[in-house]
């Protein structure tokens, strides 16, 4: 008969197994994930950063966790975000959404590893120390946005030969607003085209914004870089209709909603590198070891349903030029 000290022995070895079990396997890395628009105007993109992580075999909710942050478009809010994903001790802290993110990841944070999704000069900015070698904790992604201004007023004038003057539509609270429209404002005056800028920086002010560029008289439209403008896609593309106004944007997810055309580069590429580096990160790389990519493929995409109902017609040069064709 077994004794009693003996069987409390073996019960109480017993119950440790299964503890000592969990306390060898490895705990789960846990990643923020920090978004200056919302979490369904970019659930495309978070995809391809998840399926970058994929590449890396990081599997979301298998061997890694995700903490989101979402700003909605409101920028003053993602100092507060970044700071909670500081204090959630996560292992890297991707910034997406464009430089508000970067920059409030980088307040935040000086030993946290950090990815970047971004459109400007990661150098000029002071994110890295040079594109080789970045240097420090942060590293990431470029996608060229800030440079485009002079080939959608070209493709627009393409379009819509007699367009002029063309309106600007502007989030002034976007850090890298003022340099985008210093670019668009030097190629229309080098073509002898007159622009129209118009504000918005929250829901309210679209419809102002529209009113404007329909009274003073703008026959083309042209809206600029920004995270807020992508999470407000539908509306800004249902006021472009509603007033008449051919219009170019910077993502194909634009043209995808009924918007005449876009062109830029992808940001669907530009969020698989970015999960892509994260993994890398997470298995032990050092970002500043990790050179600044760039995501290279553009995309040129025209909607020739919205082009009808506006009256306009595409000639074959520009359909055969472009990267899809939306009938």
Known sequence: MMKRREFITLLGGAAAWPLAARAQQPEKPVLGFLQSGSSNATAHMTAAFRSGLNEVGYVEGQNVAIVYRYANGQYDRLPILAAELVRSQVAVLAATGGDSAVLAARAATATIPIVFTTGSDPVALGYVASLNRPGGNVTGAVLLTSNLGAKRIGLLRQLVP????????????????????????????????????????????????????????????????????????????????????????????????????????????????AGLYTGRVLKGEKPADLPVIQSSKFEFVINLKTAKSLGLDVPLGMSAAADEVIE
């Open 162 to 273: 007699n367009a002029n003057p063309i309106g600007v539509l502007v989030n002034p609270t976007y850090p890298i607003a003022e340099a985008q429209l210093k670019e668009v404002q030097a190629a229309a005056a080098s073509v002898g085209v007159r622009l129209i800028i118009a504000n918005a920086s929250a829901e309210r002010d679209f419809e102002p914004a529209f009113t404007l560029l329909v009274q003073q008289g703008s026959s083309a439209l042209m809206i600029s870089s920004d995270p807020f403008f992508n999470s407000q896609r539908d509306r800004i593309v249902a006021l472009a209709a509603l007033h008449v106004i051919p219009a170019i944007y910077e993502w194909r997810e634009f043209a995808e909603a009924g918007g005449l055309m876009s062109y830029g580069t992808s940001v669907i590429e530009a969020y698989r590198l």
